[in-house]
């Protein structure tokens, strides 16, 4: 298991909560969660439901894949899916923006599949 007691203190000290490029809420995600606090309980937890929520999809979660500082963070410590994620992807080729100051914000056919659960933590 990664030891990631000195990286996250050092995180903490640039990065509050960075805020996802789609606008979803970092703090109220439990792999941003496991990472800040460097709980590897809720790291299992998190493999776990997220491998039953994923049952029949080419993916499988191990405890360390559940490592991320959010995706709108300086940092490159991403979790698996974050990495995977076309909504990132696009922001990221547009410059950094954010989904909210993209042009085609309201028609993203990117955003519209996000899952209910992330949509309501749309800021």
């Known amino acids: 298991m990664y030891d ?22 970092c703090s109220k995600c439990p792999a ?3 990472t800040i606090n460097n709980n590897h309980e809720l790291r299992k937890k998190t493999a776990n439901l997220w491998n039953e929520r994923d049952r029949g999809k080419k993916i ?12 709108g963070s300086k940092r490159r410590v ?6 995977l994620c076309t909504v990132r992807k696009c922001c990221i ?11 085609i914000f309201s028609t993203c056919n990117k955003i519209k599949k996000l899952t209910l659960e992330a949509r309501k933590n749309i800021l």
Do not use: H, M
Not at 10 to 25: A, F, I, L, T, W
Not at 78 to 83: D, G, Q
Not at 93 to 103: H, L, P, Y
């Open 78 to 83: 991403l979790c698996k899916s974050t990495k």
């Open 60 to 71: 499988f979660w191990q405890p360390f894949d559940i490592v991320c500082f959010g995706c």
């Open 4 to 25: 990631f007691v000195k990286k996250i203190a050092e995180y903490r000290q640039n990065d509050n909560c960075p805020e996802s490029y789609c606008g979803n809420d």
């Open 93 to 103: 080729k547009k410059g950094g923006i954010k989904c909210s100051d993209c042009q």
């Open 32 to 34: 941003y969660i496991a």
